[in-house]
Nanobody, 121 residues
Framework: QVQVAESGGGSVQPGESLRLSCAAS????????MSWYRQFPGSVREWVAA???????NYADSVKGRFTISRGSAENTVDLQMDSLKSEDTAVYYC???????????????WGQGTQVTVSS
């Protein structure tokens, strides 16, 4: 089995920064992609950013230039640096790991439980 856990959420004021971290653990042969999503109250989950095994990253237009996704210092971890936060960034942030558990087998998605980010004055 694979476990995914997020950390680093909290409450900040507009213009401040937060850093989220995500760690995947368990039976992992390789990770194809790690991504961040967020979900606003009463809304569907939306994609925020992703980084693949080659280190290539992509961002939603709403966060481009403010958020940075990067590989963490530990294996199978990823960070999301969020700068210049706005009230509209308030949401529950989820990490998704696309994991291949065995060589030659297809990858599958594993999700964390989410971490709350609140931006308010």
């Amino acid at each position: 089995q694979v476990q995914v856990a997020e950390s680093g959420g909290g409450s900040v004021q507009p213009g401040e920064s937060l850093r989220l971290s995500c760690a995947a653990s368990g039976k992992i042969y390789s990770i194809v992609t790690m991504s961040w999503y967020r979900q606003f109250p009463g809304s569907v989950r939306e994609w925020v950013a992703a980084i693949n095994s080659g280190g290539v990253s992509n961002y939603a237009d709403s966060v481009k230039g403010r958020f940075t996704i990067s590989r963490g210092s530990a294996e199978n971890t990823v960070d999301l640096q969020m700068d210049s936060l706005k009230s509209e960034d308030t949401a529950v942030y989820y990490c998704r790991a696309n994991v291949r558990r065995y060589a030659g087998r297809p990858a599958a998605d594993y999700w964390g439980q989410g971490t709350q980010v609140t931006v308010s004055s």
